[in-house]
Nanobody, 128 residues
Framework: QVRLVESGGGSVQAGESLGLSCSNSGYTDSSVSMGWFRQAPGKEREGVAIMYPGGDTPYYVDSVKGRFTFSRDTANNTVYLQMNSLKPEDTAMYYC?????????????????????WGQGTQVTVSS
């Protein structure tokens, strides 16, 4: 049974940092792609940082480039999202997700559609 568990969310002031982690149990095949998504109230879920298969560097949505860093510890089946210089517009529920071997070119970069396993989410709130 696949289980993704996020941790590390919280409330911070603008300009501060937070680190999220996601442990993956039950879906640890080497072909698994992992990503971080977020969803703010009234908005669609968007891909924040995703490691696509065959890519040398993660995909980042433009609004977080230079501030967020995706990393993966394959040995421990854990992915991380380091978030620096946080802004109020980063406030959202953050989700970790996993996808099997699919043709990601069928969807635009950052689309949540190919990801079929999701964590429960962790709230990140940034106040000004």
């Amino acid at each position: 049974q696949v289980r993704l568990v996020e941790s590390g969310g919280g409330s911070v002031q603008a300009g501060e940092s937070l680190g999220l982690s996601c442990s993956n149990s039950g879906y640890t095949d080497s072909s698994v792609s992992m990503g971080w998504f977020r969803q703010a109230p009234g908005k669609e879920r968007e891909g924040v940082a995703i490691m696509y298969p065959g890519g040398d560097t993660p995909y980042y949505v433009d609004s977080v480039k230079g501030r967020f860093t995706f990393s993966r510890d394959t040995a421990n089946n854990t992915v991380y999202l380091q978030m620096n210089s946080l802004k109020p517009e980063d406030t959202a529920m953050y989700y970790c997700a996993a996808a099997g071997p699919v043709n990601f070119r069928r969807w635009p970069p950052g689309s949540p559609e190919p990801f079929n396993y999701w964590g429960q989410g962790t709230q990140v709130t940034v106040s000004s």
